[in-house]
């Protein structure tokens, strides 16, 4: 594993053990409101994370081994930028976790 790979795998860690994770919350916002704004977010995050890490094959020149690495890179990066690309939409429609 290389540093860079390693400062990372931290930097996440350490990102996750900072955040709460109980159930996003508003006063006031029934279910229905909360399911809907949990859509509209979401799916907001699915497409930033796609533009973010858009699919591809990985670079040509790479053999299975450096695109299958490059696809694995591709994937954590589009679940990182839209776990946070959701936890942003949330916050900012006023909901927060407990």
Known sequence: MTAVRALLLLLIV???AQQPT???QKPG???QTLVRDTAS??????AAAL???PSSSGPAGLGAGGAIAAQQRDTAGRAAV???RFDDCMLGKG???L
Do not use: F, N
């Not at 977010?41 to 699915?46: I, L």
């Open 14 to 16: 350490a990102g996750c």
């Open 22 to 24: 109980g159930p996003w």
């Open 29 to 31: 916002v029934d279910e």
């Open 41 to 46: 977010c979401r799916s907001a995050a699915q």
């Open 51 to 53: 533009r973010a890490y």
């Open 82 to 84: 839209e776990a946070a």
């Open 95 to 97: 909901y927060r976790r």
